[in-house]
C-alpha cells in the first residue's frame, strides 16, 4: 500500500474532524478520528486530540495508506451453519478464521466461504458482504450474517439499539472474588500503538457484563454479555481491570497457556427475527480446545 501525504491550512475556526470530514469525502469522521488517535493528523507539526479546535492558518498534515484492491473469490470451504432462512444466516465460526478478507488475509475467510454458500447482502461492498457484527479471527462462536439488504439494515439497527443478546464465555487469567461485575469503560484505538484498542477518556462508550461461571487456582472461566460492541472489547476490558484473558499476546502476559488466541468463545445469541419478529436463540457448546484447557486447570 502506498502512503499519502496531505497538507491543508486552515481559515476556519472548527473541530479538526468537522473540518476534514467536509475536505475528505472518502473519510468517515470515525476514520479521521481514529487517524488522529494513531498520530497520523498533525497540526503545525504536533500531535493532536480528536477535538482539537483549529485556528486560522493552522497547517494540518495527514499521512494515510490508500488501501489495497481486494478481489474476493467464493472458496468451497466448510461451514457450520446453525440457522439459515431467506434473510440471514447463523454461523459457528471455528477458531483461527478471519470474518473478511483484508490486506494479509485474501482469501480463506468466512466471506469467502459464505459467498460460495448462498448470496449476501450488498451494503458493506464486496469486502465485507453480509457482515452485520465481526468476531476477532481467534474467537469462536456465534455470527449473524444478512443475506439481503433489508434484513442487514435493519439488524444493524438492532444491535445500535441494543435488541441482540450476545453472551461470550472467557478463560481470564486470575481469580475474581465477585460474581458478577459491570466494566463501563470508554474504548478507542491506543495512540501509542495503532493495531491496539484501549481505555482511552474521548473513546467510545463501552459496557461490558460479566459473571463468575467456575473458579480454578490462578484462573476464572466467565460469561461476558455486550451490552455495546468495540472493537476488541472484551479484551481491552477484562486487561483494564487486570483479568486480562488466556492465550491473549496483545492484551495479556507472554506467559500464558497455549490456547493460540485468546480463549473467547461467542456462546449464545438471542434476538427478533429482522422480518418476521420471531424470537430466535441460539446457543454452541464450549469448543474442544477450552475444554480441553479447563480440564487441566487445579481447582
Known amino acids: 500500500m502506498d502512503t ?26 470515525t476514520n479521521i478520528q481514529n487517524l488522529v488517535l494513531g498520530g497520523y493528523i498533525k497540526v503545525d507539526g504536533r500531535k493532536i486530540k480528536t477535538n482539537f479546535k483549529l485556528k486560522n492558518g493552522n497547517i494540518i498534515t495527514i499521512e494515510y495508506r490508500e488501501p489495497e484492491e481486494l478481489n474476493v473469490v467464493k472458496q468451497n470451504i466448510p461451514l457450520d451453519i446453525v440457522y439459515e432462512d431467506n434473510d440471514l444466516i447463523i454461523v459457528n465460526k471455528a477458531k483461527g478464521m478471519v470474518v473478511h478478507p483484508s490486506v494479509g488475509h485474501k482469501d480463506g475467510t468466512l466471506v469467502n466461504a459464505l459467498l460460495f454458500h448462498s448470496e449476501l447482502s450488498s451494503i458493506n461492498g464486496t469486502i465485507r458482504p453480509g457482515i452485520v457484527h465481526r468476531i476477532d479471527k481467534d474467537t469462536s462462536g456465534l455470527l449473524i450474517v444478512a443475506k439481503n439488504d433489508k434484513s442487514h439494515v435493519k439488524l444493524s439497527e438492532m444491535i445500535a439499539n441494543k435488541e ?67 472493537t476488541h472489547q472484551i479484551r481491552v476490558h477484562m486487561k483494564y481491570i487486570n483479568y486480562p484473558l488466556v492465550g491473549d499476546l496483545v492484551y495479556g502476559p507472554r506467559k500464558t497457556l497455549n490456547t493460540n488466541g485468546q480463549a473467547l468463545h461467542s456462546k449464545s445469541i438471542e434476538f427478533n427475527h429482522p422480518i418476521t419478529g420471531e424470537h430466535l436463540y441460539f446457543e454452541t457448546e464450549v469448543p474442544e480446545y477450552m475444554i480441553e484447557t479447563i480440564a487441566k486447570l487445579d481447582k
Open 4 to 29: 499519502k501525504t496531505i497538507k491543508y491550512t486552515s481559515s476556519v475556526n472548527e473541530r479538526i474532524d468537522k473540518f476534514l470530514q467536509k475536505e475528505l469525502s472518502e473519510l468517515s469522521r
Open 164 to 230: 441482540i443478546k450476545r453472551k461470550y464465555y472467557a478463560l481470564v487469567h486470575g481469580n475474581i472474588k465477585h460474581d458478577y461485575g459491570t466494566i463501563d469503560a470508554p474504548i478507542a484505538r491506543n495512540p501509542k500503538e495503532r493495531k491496539e484498542m484501549a481505555v482511552i477518556d474521548e473513546g467510545k462508550p463501552s459496557i461490558t457484563h460479566f459473571r463468575v461461571v467456575d473458579r480454578f487456582e490462578n484462573y476464572t472461566l466467565i460469561e461476558c454479555e455486550l451490552e455495546t460492541g468495540r
